[in-house]
């Protein structure tokens, strides 16, 4: 069966960032300069920890973002020249390696690996009454048929393989680290092999393979147990929590990074032409973001989020499928932050161009008569860069936990997308619930918790390493 390939607003978008930090690479392998403070940043634990779980979540961000909409067979009777139809339904890659977690809906709740649904209900028993009992799952532990006393032994046998496995994938990983290094030192395997143990290389592999055999152990584990059990469990309309968390960091990644995509340009030429330029120039810009910041961040997005939204209902057919519509309020929701978001960066880099202005080589080249844009272009820009690096990885975490809040409040993401935000909005009338339902709210805390430490981590190691007065 065919399939129709799907090129969303924010994937593009997401690409592009990606292309970019490609180009920034190979852009920093040859500069001395920036390789030096690079080395800085892999030499932390903290940084190649962080750096490693950060990696994680891009790629399944980055598989979730290769979407599709698969062709619907042929009609009975149809012509051989019949045109191509596709399903209106788009999907991702994501979607389908967690087509099982995707298409084993249950009933309603279920806790975590549980083969019972996780409350009463009244049936009818065949010789005839009622009884309140515990319903058997559809598909959480069905392989166990009705003998569910073994799905304790079962559980410690996927655990025990699943460790094997992921030890076993780490190892081969650690072998080839190790033969790297020996080649690339020029010495013996024994002597790498003793160097990464002792932490005595100069990036920080040590810390970097001890978190990447977590990263191995825990998804490992996930694909061994989720095609059985409701690892995370089911919300109220029976879908895996497990997929519903992966599927929102895609979405946590599209507030982080496209945000800072939209906010970057605003920041970067108004913060170093207000402090460069000075005069009426500065007074404006000034003003301008000190209006915005006067006004609630809150109730500005809200009315921004609102009015676009007024604008997508108003204009139906400019989305062929639901999942366009929706990442049309998704890019909206990034531009209103990026808008809404860039005064803070504007104000330290106005301070910092206050400062370089005044050094002998800008002067020198002022009274060269090199033009205003060359000096702003060469000497200015490239030493604020720093602040701007650093911002823009210290603002993502920010921007994450912003995602959430808004959708907790109902101005954020549209209500089909997944995101960490409409999952907790959702667990608040579950935590309400007796028995309480808490793995879904659970799930979401662990993920975002994961992502907003590493994020700040790796922002720390980059400040260290970039910020002039560390150095």
């Not at 108004?270 to 910041?293: E, K």
């Not at 309480?436 to 662990?446: E, I, N, P, Y």
Request: hydrophobic share 55%; net charge positive; proline share 4%.
């Amino acid at each position: 069966m065919g399939f129709l390939p799907v090129l969303l607003w924010t994937d593009a978008l997401f690409f592009l960032l990606l292309g970019i930090g490609v180009v920034t690479i190979v852009h920093v392998r040859r500069e001395a300069p920036l390789r030096a403070a690079w080395r800085r940043v892999g030499s932390r634990p903290s940084g190649m920890a962080a750096a490693v779980i950060l990696l994680a979540f891009l790629a399944i961000g980055l598989v979730d973002s290769l979407h599709f909409r698969q062709q619907l067979p042929t009609t009975e009777g149809a012509p051989a020249n019949a045109p191509v139809a596709y399903s209106s339904e788009v999907l991702s890659a994501l979607d389908v390696l967690l087509a099982p977690l995707r298409t084993r809906v249950e009933k309603t709740y279920s806790a975590p690996f549980a083969t019972e649904l996780y409350a009463r209900e009244t049936v009818e028993l065949p010789g005839g009454g009622q009884a309140r009992i515990y319903p058997r799952l559809a598909w959480g532990g069905a392989h166990l048929g009705e003998d569910t006393a073994k799905r304790d032994a079962d559980l410690a046998k996927r655990l025990a393989t699943g460790v094997a496995g992921a030890l076993e994938l780490w190892i081969t990983v650690v072998a080839i680290l190790i033969v790297t290094l020996a080649r690339r030192r020029g010495n013996g395997m024994r002597e790498a092999a003793r160097a990464v143990w002792r932490g005595e290389t100069v990036l920080a592999w040590r810390s970097a393979l001890v978190t990447l055999g977590c990263v191995l152990v825990v998804s490992i584990l996930a694909i061994k147990l989720a095609p059985y059990y409701h690892v995370f469990g089911t919300d109220k309309v029976g879908q895996d929590v497990l997929y519903l968390s992966l599927k929102s960091v895609r979405t946590a990644l599209i507030i982080g990074t496209l945000t800072t995509l939209v906010m970057l340009p605003f920041a970067v030429a108004l913060g170093i032409m207000a402090g460069y330029l000075g005069g009426w120039v500065d007074d404006v810009i000034q003003y301008v973001y000190t209006v915005l910041n006067a006004i609630p961040g809150v109730l500005l997005i809200a009315a921004a989020v609102l009015m676009m939204q007024v604008v997508i209902d108003t204009h139906p057919q400019w989305f062929s499928t639901a999942a366009e519509r929706a990442d049309a309020r998704l890019l909206a929701l990034c531009l209103i932050l990026g808008i809404t978001s860039w005064t803070g960066l504007c104000r330290l880099l106005r301070g910092e161009t206050l400062k370089l202005r005044e050094l002998e080589y800008v002067q020198a080249a002022r009274a060269f008569g090199v033009g205003t844009p060359a000096i702003l272009r060469r000497h200015v820009l490239p030493n604020v860069m720093h602040i701007v690096l650093i911002a823009l990885v210290m603002d993502f975490s920010g921007l994450v936990l912003a995602e959430a809040v808004l959708s907790y409040v109902g101005i954020g993401v549209d209500p089909t997308t997944i995101s960490f935000g409409t999952m907790i909005n959702m667990a608040r009338a579950e935590l309400a619930r007796e028995p309480m339902v808490w793995w879904s709210l659970m799930a979401a805390f662990a993920f975002m918790f994961v992502l907003v430490l590493s994020a700040n981590l790796f922002a720390d190691v980059v400040r260290d390493a970039f910020d002039p007065r560390g150095s």
